[in-house]
């Protein structure tokens, strides 16, 4: 069975491969080591993102975030309860 990007970006998470660099007020940017690759992922306060992913190439803007925004997401609100 396939994961879905949320599974996928959960996983991600839980397995420690988001490495958050930068917050902003209006950004957050992190490394996300993917199942293949290390990616540049930005998300914006505007819910725009942009990744280095495949996905993240043709999706980027406030569409469909690939598992790696997600993951950046999960990864802050997860810092935030601590």
């Known amino acids: 069975m ?7 970006a959960q ?5 420690d491969r988001v490495a958050i660099f930068d ?3 209006i950004h ?3 490394m996300v080591k993917g199942d293949h690759e290390l990616y540049k ?3 914006y306060a505007s819910g725009n993102f ?3 992913c495949p996905w993240g190439h043709f ?3 406030p569409v469909i975030p690939c598992a790696h925004a997600l993951a950046v997401k999960l990864a802050v609100a997860k810092e935030e309860e601590r």
Do not use: N
């Open 59 to 61: 999706k980027s803007g």
């Open 23 to 25: 917050v902003g007020p």
């Open 2 to 8: 396939t994961e879905t990007r949320a599974q996928k």
């Open 41 to 43: 992922t930005h998300i």
């Open 28 to 30: 957050v940017s992190a």
């Open 11 to 15: 996983r991600l998470v839980d397995e």
């Open 50 to 52: 942009f990744c280095t």
